[in-house]
């Protein structure tokens, strides 16, 4: 069974940066889109940064550029996402997300159809 199990999520003050990680246990990253998603209590699930494999682009969400970084590690068949400068408003639960299809929206959360458990994100003073 496909598995996606991320971590690096935990509680950080206004401004500081954590690191989020989402390795793939029984299948191969570079064959997939890949997105990282979020929702905080009460909103929509959003995608914040996603990996397009057809041209290796990467789609941010307006609220998180220039702070939140994609990248991945192929040998690791890990990906991350790396916030910095972390605001309240970034506080949720964190899921990356694969997508199988050949057409998919990038970013749009149903066409995704695998997720991890998610990590939570807190970032509060």
């Known amino acids: 069974q496909v598995q996606l199990v991320e971590s690096g999520g935990g509680l950080v003050q206004p401004g500081g940066s954590l690191r989020l990680s989402c390795f793939a246990s029984?299948?191969?990253?570079?064959?997939?889109?890949v997105g990282w998603f979020r929702q905080a209590p009460g909103k929509e699930r959003e995608g914040v940064a996603c990996f397009n494999n057809g041209d290796f682009s990467t789609r941010y969400v307006d609220s998180v550029k220039g702070r939140f970084t994609f990248s991945r590690d192929v040998a690791k068949n890990t990906v991350y996402l790396q916030m910095n400068n972390l605001e309240p408003e970034d506080s949720a639960l964190y899921h990356c997300?694969?997508?199988?299809?050949?057409?998919?929206?990038?970013?749009?959360?149903?066409?995704?159809?695998?997720w991890g458990q998610g990590t939570q994100v807190t970032v509060s003073s």
């Open positions: 997300a694969i997508s199988s299809k050949l057409q998919f929206r990038l970013c749009e959360p149903e066409d995704y159809d695998t």
């Open positions: 029984t299948f191969d990253l570079r064959y997939y889109a």
